[in-house]
């Protein structure tokens, strides 16, 4: 069933919502990473707020879907959602952020923060570590099981052998019920991905490997929910959605440029940033009533 306008209204509050935090709390950190946190704010509110089978009150719920993020410094968003989803406070979220013995580390640590599913952030491990996931779901449950894996990955670490490595397994296996979701925001710390390592023709390496594809818009709502359901109906492949992000989405400061892949905001730019997601944020909210 396609998600409803009042539903598409409501996340879109809420992703705007997020992306406040996140700046708020880059703000507050002094260090950080900006673009990739607030292009993927659509995409974390969708999983989280609809599409993500979790319980934030019981985060080892046997039952739950899993997500694995392997480009662990886009932790932010991750963050900032799961303290919107009842996880944790959202006010120690943005206050301690990357400080010493935080549990919000500038990378995601399970020793810190039980409640995630990984440690990551050496690029290229995140879809390893969820193929191993999927694979041993099926040696424990067989294929009759509900519950889904997915993988976050950005695609500067398609640079990476391992990345490769993973997808050339889960293509062997079969795995249905993986659905990798790539953050094609065309940029890494040191410039445009295609400036780098070209990543093109991307979708039909994918395809060579014997994976489901589809191409997106990352945030549009409707599209990442049929893109998500469509994943979920193929049985026999495992699916890759490559959602077309703008890096920085939401402050035309920050968008498209790739210098902004690894620094905060200064507090006057912050100030600027969180302006102007507030005007957006009030014309979301005149525009459902």
């Known amino acids: 069933m396609a998600l409803h306008e009042d539903k598409i209204k409501e996340l879109e509050i809420k992703a705007n919502l997020i992306r406040q935090t996140i700046i708020e709390a880059l703000v507050e950190a002094g260090s950080g990473h900006t673009a990739g946190p607030l292009d993927m704010a659509d995409i974390f509110t969708y999983l989280y707020f609809y599409g993500l089978k979790h319980n934030p009150k019981k985060p080892d719920w046997p039952e739950r879907d899993r997500l694995v993020l392997s480009n662990g410094h886009i932790c932010p968003v991750l963050y900032a959602t799961m303290a919107h989803a009842g996880y944790f406070s959202v006010d120690e979220y943005k206050k301690t952020l990357r400080k010493f013995g935080t549990k919000f580390q500038g990378h995601p640590h399970r020793d810190f923060l039980p409640a995630l599913e990984t440690s990551s952030g050496p690029l290229g491990s995140g879809l390893s570590q969820a193929v191993g996931m999927a694979l041993a779901d099926r040696i424990d449950y067989g294929k009759s099981g509900d519950r889904f894996f997915y993988a976050l ?31 094609r925001n065309n940029i890494q710390i040191d410039g445009f991905t295609e400036d780098i390592m070209p990543l093109e023709p991307f979708a039909k390496k ?13 945030h549009s709502f409707s599209a990442i929910d049929e893109a998500v359901n469509r994943a979920k109906a193929v049985f026999d492949q495992p699916s890759v959605i490559i959602a077309r992000t703008i890096p920085g989405k939401g402050v035309k400061e920050f968008e498209r440029d790739y210098h902004w892949h690894g620094k905060p905001p200064s507090k006057e730019e912050g100030a600027m940033a969180l302006a102007e997601l507030r005007t957006l944020g009030g014309k979301i909210k005149s525009e459902h009533q």
């Open 206 to 218: 994918y395809e060579a490997f014997n994976w489901h594809v589809q191409e997106i818009d990352g």
């Open 153 to 183: 990955l950005s695609d500067g670490e398609h640079d990476c052998g391992n990345t490769w490595e993973a997808v050339l397994l889960a293509g062997k296996e079969k795995l249905g019920h993986l659905i990798a979701i790539v953050d």
